[in-house]
């Protein structure tokens, strides 16, 4: 019996550099890389979206289109080339108007892009209908996507399966195109069994003609069990990076996984450990001069409390070191509890987990709940869409006050559209 082919999609020029560096690598730092993992039999890249498009206009002064045309023409016409896109956000940190939303769509099939993977972190399926009809009407493949992450303990109301089921109900009942599904765990704090129940239940949900793909970070050292439970419960894909920006709070290692799936029915596409260690030879040379954050490489049991993804960890951590208050770091990774708790359970993925952050660290330098960050303000009050969970009535009310706005339930896309 043959094994079980599992695309493997290579993050390490995306979230990989997203999660360890905030995004800050130079083109030509990384372009030999590149090479190496095209050697080593590699056809399915992340390679921009997220904070890897706006890092570089915002810090290294590099333009994002251009760095995608020269990695398409590295890895050749047939590579899948794939983006992350934060539904009407896109790669914005703000809400953008529907001609905004279609821009996007339109310049990243013009510079590369083979698919766009597009999630919403509140798992508002109305912040998924326009960017996907952008995304098709563009050419793209469009991969959808539900959020994951566990709640605090003593949390209860979503991020269990029936709330993924429910989210991937909507999606399938609104009619929105897409090619692909993608379970999005950006903290890595799912479990293992919660992981294997829902992909169990989604692939009853669709069929097995549906390609379902798991993506998760080690951040909260679970990740190799959790894709292992994906892949036992029938996904078809899952995302990989290469050393030294693996593990820790990015994905998993690319050697790991071969190694974890060693005696399984499961063939990683095709890759072989001697053209890998190759690659990740290259990769380290290329990165020999870049400072590793200590965070960036540690697995930390305090996350599932306060679940904070990868990419956003230590770009953060990065702003503290900068603005020297990392000796807070602690206390605020504490505060995130209660800001999610009484945020509305929305993922703590961008842009929810920014909002999460900067909420939790002005209750801990300003004192608990003295100010309200406005993303995180906005969201509760409704600005973004529709939490999972209505937001705690007294937070609320204040961030109407502070921010002088009213509750709304108004679509998002109509607000942002009267914005010139």
Request: aromatic share 10%; with cysteine; glycine share 8%.
């Amino acid at each position: 019996m043959s094994k079980k082919y599992i695309d493997v999609m290579d993050t390490t020029f995306r979230d990989g550099f997203q999660s360890v560096f905030g995004g800050r690598v130079l083109m030509n730092d990384f372009f030999p890389a590149v090479e190496a993992a095209k050697d080593a039999g590699i056809t399915h890249f992340e390679f921009g979206g997220g904070a890897r498009f706006q890092s570089l206009f915002f810090y290294l002064q590099e333009n994002a289109f251009e760095m995608m045309d020269k990695f398409r023409e590295i890895v050749g016409p047939d590579a899948n080339l794939q983006t992350l896109a934060r539904g009407i956000n896109t790669v914005m940190l703000d809400t953008g108007s529907r001609e905004l939303v279609d821009l996007h769509a339109k310049m990243f099939a013009k510079h590369g892009t083979t698919t766009i993977r597009n999630f919403d972190a509140l798992n508002d399926v109305q912040n998924l209908e326009y960017s996907a009809e952008c995304i098709k009407k563009y050419g793209l493949n469009h991969e959808v996507v539900v959020t994951l992450m566990d709640l605090p303990p003593g949390c209860t109301g979503a991020h269990d399966v029936a709330f993924y089921e429910k989210t991937l109900r909507n999606i399938l009942d609104s009619g929105l195109p897409y090619d692909s599904i993608c379970f999005k765990d950006a903290s890595g704090t799912s479990s293992p069994q919660k992981i294997y129940e829902t992909i169990q239940m989604a692939r009853k949900l669709v069929g097995n003609d549906t390609h379902i793909r798991l993506h998760t970070h080690e951040t909260a050292g679970v990740s190799v069990a959790c894709y292992l439970a994906a892949l036992d419960a029938g996904a078809d894909g899952i995302d990989l990076a290469a050393s030294p920006v693996s593990g820790g709070t990015s994905q998993p290692d690319i050697l790991t996984m071969l190694h974890a799936v060693k005696g399984k029915n499961y063939d990683l596409g095709g890759l072989e450990i001697e053209k890998i260690l190759k690659y990740q030879e290259v990769l380290n040379h290329s990165l020999k001069d870049y400072f590793i954050p200590p965070e960036a490489t540690q697995v930390s049991p305090l996350i599932p409390f306060s679940p904070m993804p990868g990419g956003a960890l230590t770009a953060n951590t990065q702003m503290m070191r900068d603005n020297g208050t990392l000796d807070k770091f602690p206390e605020v990774i504490k505060a995130m509890r209660e800001v999610v708790e009484k945020g509305g359970y929305g993922t703590s993925v961008t842009p929810v987990s920014q909002f999460y952050w900067q909420q939790a660290y002005a209750n801990v330098m300003f004192g608990p709940w003295k100010q309200i960050a406005p993303g995180y303000g906005k969201m509760v009050l409704g600005y973004f869409g529709k939490t999972p969970v209505e937001p705690d009535a007294q937070v609320v009310a204040l961030a109407a006050e502070k921010l002088k706005l009213e509750p709304t339930k108004e679509n998002p896309l109509d607000i942002a559209d009267r914005d010139e």
